[in-house]
């Protein structure tokens, strides 16, 4: 297993509030890997800083072996890693299909219809509503839109920002059951979630954030045991 | 006779004020915000053709060309040196350093070009014709007015087509409804941001030399009244709107030479202006805009 993606120390800031406060973490190829944490903890800020959103104040992100400090934000998804971000921030007022292919922007015109033909077999809803208006798609609906956005690109390394968020229970299962199956035809997933049952049971590897600090690190499986996080944040 | 006449002034100078609305609502839309230097980017425009056609003799077309191009190239630099450092400052700076460059560009054309009114010269005639006439010379239509309206359905076309199903259109529309999203996808704001400054500023020229042909009077202060009506257009038809710039431009146009030709000249602002207010108290977001959410 080779290392994708590695954190070092990372620190970042909005103004005067240190919301990361160097944190180190890995992520291998193949695996799925979790940030848990309560909210405010600062899982976005790192995955945001991770793909180019915000700009750390120190510390490092070596995305394949590439240092990413000096890449231009627009250049990092070309690099091969995508983000699903916090609340979706799909493109309300474009169609489907005019999302999906705001995924594949970095790509070539040539493959687009074959990706698509991809990720509708993926997500059968998408496909059928494909030439609707994203605004008009329920919230399960545009966290798949979100999701197939992010495949378009190819991503070696899959980031996930609280996909469970604001979804009914079942339509977080069905969600969860698109990540192990995105995870088991080869793609490496780091999954952020304020859900740290849901997380854990699918991922390999755990670190938990506190006030931006990562408190405790472990296989999924020893987390789920540990008696201080089954208190802290598996209500019991 | 004379309504339909008025009617089709009204439109010819509804064209122009859409073509200039174009540009408030494109940038509105990409860069929200108000680029209050727009009109004057019209009167550059004018400045440029009349240069080059009165002072060295060039013909109209590469005269227009050579406008348009140098409009383009404005508006992306006072993009680029104005308004790029205020990217994540408060919208009234960037507002008022907007108002600075409309002062900075007229005090500019001042110095260059000074004071006394240029006359435009006529493009549009044709075997000494300035016009067709119609129903036994009751009806004049210019020949001005018919290429105005011609030239702002093609540019109308023109956009929906660019923005709807070219990647670079559908990334503007990205890069409009959430910078970081598009970021995430790869696209290059600020190119983005840049492109649609041009295109805008490209369009202000033709607007210029549209407008001076109608109205041949060119001074620097010439593109601030049809900006600032421009930009009523916008907010009429619903700001950030394409269809709105256009139907907003139009019916400004029309209501305009309505008051000035059965109110009364020196009121006719007062009206158009008045019509806007009325507009804006029962549909805030003008004719075709629709209600942004605000992202919590």
């Not at chain 1, 690109?153 to 009914?168: F, I, K, N, V, Y």
């Amino acid at each position: 297993m080779s290392v994708i993606l590695s954190v070092e120390n990372l620190n970042v800031s909005y103004g005067s509030i240190h919301a990361v406060k160097g944190i180190s973490f890995d992520v291998n190829e193949g695996e799925i890997v979790t940030l848990i944490g309560a909210n405010g903890a600062g899982k976005s800020t790192t995955l945001n800083t991770i793909s180019g959103l915000l700009r750390s104040k120190n510390g490092s992100v070596t995305f394949m072996g590439e240092n990413l400090g000096r890449v231009p934000p627009h250049k990092i998804v070309s690099r091969g890693m995508a983000l699903v971000p916090e609340g979706r921030r799909v493109f309300l007022q474009m169609t489907v299909q005019e999302n999906l292919e705001m995924g594949a922007y970095t790509k070539g015109s040539a493959g687009i219809p074959a990706d698509l033909e991809k990720v509708y077999g993926q997500f059968p809803r998408l496909k059928e509503r494909r030439r609707q208006v994203a605004g008009t798609l329920s919230g399960g609906e545009q966290q798949m839109l979100a999701m197939g956005r992010a495949l378009m690109s190819h991503p070696r390394l899959l980031m996930l920002d609280e996909p469970s968020m604001g979804l009914a229970p079942i339509l977080v299962e069905q969600i969860f059951e698109i990540i192990r199956k995105l995870h088991k035809a080869g793609s490496t997933i780091l999954l952020v979630e304020q859900n740290a049952q849901m997380a854990l049971s699918i991922a390999d590897r755990g670190y938990v954030l506190e006030t931006g600090k990562i408190v405790t690190t472990g296989p999924s499986g020893e987390l789920l045991a540990s008696p201080a996080i089954k208190k802290a944040y598996l209500g019991g | 006779m004379t309504i339909l006449s008025n009617l089709i002034s009204g439109i010819s100078l509804g064209s122009i004020y859409a073509i200039i609305a174009l540009g408030y609502t494109m940038v509105y839309g990409i860069a929200k915000m108000l680029n209050f230097a727009h009109g004057d980017v019209i009167m550059v425009g004018g400045y440029l053709c009349f240069c080059t056609t009165s002072y060295l003799g060039w013909h109209p077309l590469p005269a227009v060309l050579l406008a348009i191009v140098g409009c383009t190239v404005l508006g992306i630099v006072v993009e680029r040196l104005a308004y790029k450092p205020l990217r994540s400052a408060p919208s009234l700076a960037v507002l008022i350093t907007a108002i600075g460059v409309s002062y900075f560009l007229q005090n500019a054309a001042l110095l260059l070009w000074g004071s006394d009114p240029k006359v435009f010269p006529a493009f549009f005639s044709f075997s000494g014709q300035s016009g067709v006439a119609l129903l036994g010379g009751q009806l004049n239509i210019t020949y001005v007015a018919m290429i105005t309206v011609t030239v702002c359905l093609v540019i109308m076309l023109a956009l929906t087509t660019f923005t709807g199903h070219t990647k670079m259109g559908k990334a503007m529309r990205a890069v409009s409804e959430d910078k970081g999203a598009a970021q995430l996808m790869g696209i290059d704001v600020n190119f983005t941001i840049s492109m649609t400054f041009a295109i805008g500023s490209g369009l202000a020229a033709i607007a210029g030399v549209l407008l001076c042909s109608t109205y041949p009077t060119l001074m620097p202060t010439t593109g601030s009244m049809p900006g600032i009506k421009a930009f009523t257009a916008a907010v009429f038809g619903g700001i950030g709107s394409t269809p709105g710039a256009l139907l907003g431009g139009l019916l400004l146009g029309v209501i305009q030479i309505f008051a000035q030709a059965y109110v009364s000249t020196q009121l006719s602002d007062a009206i158009v202006f008045a019509v806007l207010i009325v507009v804006l108290l029962v549909k805030p977001t003008g004719l075709l805009g629709r209600q942004v959410r605000e992202k919590v």
